[in-house]
């Protein structure tokens, strides 16, 4: 019973996440109340407040459910095996942002996901601590790339005229700014189209 108990739990848990990100990507984070996620997702008000204080740590749920695959994702491309014979950070750099292109490309969760961050809410009030723990976690991002870069460096693919750091900062503004137009252009013939293309030059300018 106890276990039944738990899995319900766990699916009214789902259901409100999934609801909350169908609402906020059709009104706007702001403008969306708990009430009618709860309405949208079948449940009470609280059932919400069950699982959620409030929307803030309910968006940041949203999140997490596609940014922390994300981070397994990365840590495996970018380092796993770095010590093999024939490692190729530059490669796999590569690989990292291609595989997170397709990811949004196949998945409609993370889509949506990412809209709703990018273009359906305002970083303000209760949510600039939200914007805060992202800028944290963009940093995280940003020391991985920096320790592939390292590498890179190490074994002679790039050269050294800039730090492994600001290469590092340098591909994170690129692929930030490239994930933004990529999630607007939903026409797709500006971005969508031709951003493994882009990456492939972003890399390309990097070769020693």
């Known amino acids: 019973m106890v276990r039944k108990t738990k899995e319900d ?43 959620f204080q409030n929307k803030a740590e309910l968006f940041h749920a949203m999140r997490e459910e596609v940014y922390l695959p994300l981070i397994d994702r990365m840590d495996d491309t970018l380092l796993g095996n770095v010590d093999e014979p024939h490692f190729d950070p530059l490669g796999r750099i590569r690989k990292h942002l291609e595989s997170t292109i397709q990811v949004l490309d196949d998945d409609p969760t993370t889509r949506a ?53 600001e290469l590092a900062m340098d591909t994170h503004l690129f692929f930030s700014g490239l994930l933004h137009m990529w999630v607007k252009d939903t026409e797709g013939t500006l971005f969508r189209d031709r951003a493994q293309q882009l990456i492939d030059t972003h890399i390309k300018l990097r070769k020693k």
Not at 37 to 44: D, E, N, P, Q, Y
């Open 9 to 51: 739990a766990a699916i009214t848990r789902q259901r409100i996440i999934d609801a909350a990100r169908e609402m906020f990507l059709l009104k706007g984070v702001s403008r969306t109340s708990l009430e009618q996620i709860a309405t949208h997702a079948s449940v009470t008000r609280g059932a919400v407040y069950w699982h």
């Open 113 to 165: 996901t990412y809209e709703v961050m990018m273009t359906k809410c305002e970083y303000v009030d209760e949510f600039a601590d939200v914007l805060q723990s992202i800028l944290s976690n963009c940093s995280g991002l940003v020391h991985k790339m920096e320790q592939a870069y390292a590498k890179a460096q190490e074994i002679g693919q790039v050269g050294t005229q800039l730090t492994a750091a």
